[in-house]
């Protein structure tokens, strides 16, 4: 059963810095794909960034060159710097995990099986 829990939301001012975190559990599986996705009322579900078990990294054109995913391996918590942050940015931001998935299937596209419960991020002016 594969557990995911954020922390590292808050409010941050327009052209500042947050690191959210998602720590795992569970994911005993050596392939994988690990996810960040928000949220904003009103708005669907996005995709903000993906990385694989071998630390290959997708973004979104929205976050492209400000956001950084990254985590070291499975049992170590998924990451997401966001740096010259945006009032847009502003929504709940999520982790989610598909097990079995890497390379060219762990993109902004793919399903994921496994979230956690949010982080909410406010980005005031």
């Known amino acids: 059963q594969v557990h995911l829990e954020e922390s590292g939301g808050g409010s941050v001012q327009a052209g500042g810095s947050l690191r959210l975190s998602c720590a795992p559990s569970g994911i005993t599986h050596s392939t994988y794909c690990m996810g960040w996705f928000r949220q904003a009322p009103g708005k669907e579900r996005e995709a903000v960034a993906t990385?694989?078990?071998?630390?290959?990294?997708t973004y979104a054109d929205s976050v492209k060159g400000r956001f950084t995913i990254s985590q070291d391996s499975a049992k170590n918590p998924l990451y997401l710097q966001m740096n010259s942050l945006k009032l847009e940015d502003t929504a709940m931001y999520y982790c989610?995990?598909?097990?079995?998935?890497?390379?060219?299937?762990?993109?902004?596209?793919?399903?994921?099986?496994?979230w956690g419960q949010g982080t909410q991020v406010t980005v005031s002016s």
């Open positions: 989610a995990a598909r097990l079995a998935y890497s390379g060219s299937w762990c993109n902004l596209k793919l399903n994921f099986a496994d």
């Open positions: 990385i694989d078990s071998h630390g290959v990294a």
